[in-house]
Nanobody
Framework: QVQLVESGGGSVQPGGSLRLTCAASGYIVSMYSNNWYRQAPGQQREWVATIESGGTTKYADSVKGRFTISRDDAKNLVYLQMNSLKSEDTAVYYC?????????WGPGTQVTVSS
């Protein structure tokens, strides 16, 4: 049974940092593409970051230089380290595991950046 659950969201001031965690069960994260998406109020869901099975990372232009995606293969976890947060980063953040005929999403975690 495949399950993804996000944690680590919350409220932070502009310029602060948060680390999101995606806890995965039912599959091995290192064997698939693992991704973070976000959706702000009134906006479309957008892609944020990807770590491929081989370890290659990709980022949306809006978060390059500020966010880092990584894995802990021993614990079967995927992380999103978010630094220098801006109000524009406020959104519900979702993790996603993707492969051939394989596509699973977590329920999301809220990140709010405000003063």
């Amino acid at each position: 049974q495949v399950q993804l659950v996000e944690s680590g969201g919350g409220s932070v001031q502009p310029g602060g940092s948060l680390r999101l965690t995606c806890a995965a069960s039912g599959y091995i994260v290192s064997m698939y593409s693992n991704n973070w998406y976000r959706q702000a109020p009134g906006q479309q869901r957008e892609w944020v970051a990807t770590i491929e099975s081989g370890g290659t990372t990709k980022y949306a232009d809006s978060v390059k230089g500020r966010f880092t995606i990584s894995r802990d293969d021993a614990k079967n976890l995927v992380y999103l380290q978010m630094n220098s947060l801006k109000s524009e980063d406020t959104a519900v953040y979702y993790c996603r595991a993707f492969g051939d005929a394989f596509d699973y999403w977590g329920p999301g975690t809220q990140v709010t950046v405000s003063s």
